[in-house]
């Protein structure tokens, strides 16, 4: 079998978390601890060559694989190591490039890996199989003997991902410093989109796409410091300093860490010092608590108020459970929004570069409308 570039197609592994990531959390740069929450299983030193990867994952002519080992990668490595060294990060008026470039790697750690694919293919099974139900032809054939994916999905949402920097740019960036017993946790699914904002209003199911209001960023990046892009014309963090904030309470750790656990997809990933108890006690704690690998509970149809007519639910899985983080309050002008009833809920459209790029996608969509002829659907991006 042969690539698109000509060259033989082989089995390669490919890695959806990238190994140097994962090494800022390990004592030894070669292994980590790991937690599997299906089967709860407690490794202490897991391989990091072997964790997060599946052969041609991104294809095998390897044009993704290579894209983000040079262009993401290898720029990001540099960019966090800086920041871990210094407690500083880049600057977006003084160092635009590096800042953009640690953009992109975050939402591409969201966009690339097992999960956001396997969300792609259950959504796309859905949405087609919902259209050949209303077609003549398909009355006598049994849609759930077979499954209908996209070929390399998380190829696609890399695309998309990098798109959308320009949707992120007036968030607001903190670096959590925290100086406790405890260690940051992460896992397969890094990137964590939460809205503390929307939660505590129990505006539920919404508020996480990239332009909505309240919207916050996590994503741990060793087992020190987390970064964080906030709305900050909602929040406020009144012992922020210098774009830092620093957290001295173990119970403030751990409650950064249920989040983080809450967004993982199959596995958590630790240094070796935490012991298996510590990842536990947050799987008894959320024994009944809506898990992210649910994928089912991202899809659904509804009648429409058209004859005839069904409306069809597409969302991404998100942590909605409310986790206190007394650090980050609401500000005097997010305790006067009213969030309204229907379900586009409140935009950040005060951002120039949000403004400037639903503009460039609205000519966009004008000059090439989609063709949907069977029902609608919606899904936040």
Not at 113 to 120: C, E, G, M, Q, V
Not at 254 to 282: G, H, M, P, R, T
């Amino acid at each position: 079998m042969k690539g698109e570039n000509g060259t033989v197609g082989q089995k390669s592994r490919q890695h959806y978390v990238p190994k140097f990531y994962l090494r800022n959390f390990s004592e030894t740069d070669k292994s980590i601890s790991t937690f599997n929450i299906t089967n709860s299983k407690y490794i202490q030193n897991a391989s990091i060559k072997d964790m997060c990867q599946k052969n041609n994952f991104y294809g095998d002519d390897k044009v993704v694989e290579e894209f983000l080992d040079k262009e993401i990668e290898r720029k990001a490595s540099a960019i966090i190591r800086r920041i871990i060294e210094t407690k500083s990060i880049p600057n977006i008026d003084k160092e635009f490039e590096y800042y953009e470039h640690l953009i992109a790697f975050l939402l591409v750690s969201e966009a690339r890996n097992l999960r956001s694919a396997d969300s792609a293919d259950n959504m796309a099974d859905f949405l087609a199989k919902e259209m050949m139900k209303e077609h003549p032809g398909m009355k006598d054939i049994d849609l759930d003997e077979f499954k209908i994916k996209i070929k390399q999905a998380a190829n696609q949402n890399i695309g998309i991902a990098l798109e959308s920097i320009p949707l992120v740019l007036d968030l607001k960036p903190v670096l959590i410093n925290q100086k406790t017993p405890r260690s940051f946790i992460t896992s397969d699914n890094p990137l964590i989109r939460y809205n503390s904002f929307y939660i505590g209003r129990k505006y539920h199911g919404r508020g996480f796409g990239y332009v909505t209001r309240g919207l916050q960023l996590f994503c741990p990046i060793s087992p020190t410091q987390c970064l964080l892009l906030y709305d900050g014309l909602v929040y406020d963090i009144p012992n922020i300093k210098d774009d830092v904030i620093t957290i001295n309470r173990a119970r403030e750790v751990d409650s950064l860490n249920e989040l983080f656990y809450l967004n993982a997809y199959n596995n958590v990933f630790f240094n070796q010092k935490i012991k298996e108890d510590y990842i536990k006690k947050f799987t008894f704690k959320n024994r009944g608590t809506s898990k992210i690998s649910d994928l089912k509970r991202e899809v659904g149809s509804f009648k429409s108020m058209e004859e005839d007519g069904q409306l069809i639910s597409v969302t991404q899985n998100r942590v909605t459970k409310k986790i206190s983080l007394p650090w980050i309050t609401q500000s005097e002008f997010g305790k006067g929004l009213i969030l309204p009833q229907h379900m586009g809920g409140l935009k950040r459209m005060e951002s120039p570069f949000i403004e400037e790029y639903i503009e460039k996608d609205s000519e966009k969509f004008d000059k090439h409308p989609p063709k949907i002829k069977s029902g609608s659907y919606f899904r936040e991006k």
